[in-house]
């Protein structure tokens, strides 16, 4: 077994600016009403008839029943 002196396994990490970089934006509009159950389905189909392949029971019980309302509209970036 080697063992490494603790100075030489210590990495230099520079953050910069331009250390990400935006690859594409895109603009979402408001939402008055977003029903959780309507998008995952509580049978594992939703209502475009997509089969979720697996939801597990906590996933279920914490975020079907979920219902946001007024979600303001915003600006998604992916880097």
């Known amino acids: 077994m080697v063992f490494w002196p603790k100075e030489e396994i210590v990495m230099k990490v520079t953050v ?4 990400l970089s935006p690859v594409s934006e895109a603009s979402v509009g408001p939402v008055d009403k977003f029903v959780v159950a309507d ?4 049978t ?3 209502k475009d008839g ?3 392949a697996f939801l597990g029971d906590n996933f279920k019980r914490v975020f079907v029943p979920l219902v946001e309302k007024d979600i ?3 600006r998604l970036t992916s880097y």
């Open 44 to 46: 594992g189909i939703n």
């Open 16 to 19: 910069g600016a331009d250390l």
């Open 39 to 42: 998008v995952l389905g509580s």
């Open 50 to 52: 997509v089969k979720i």
């Open 72 to 74: 303001q509209g915003t």
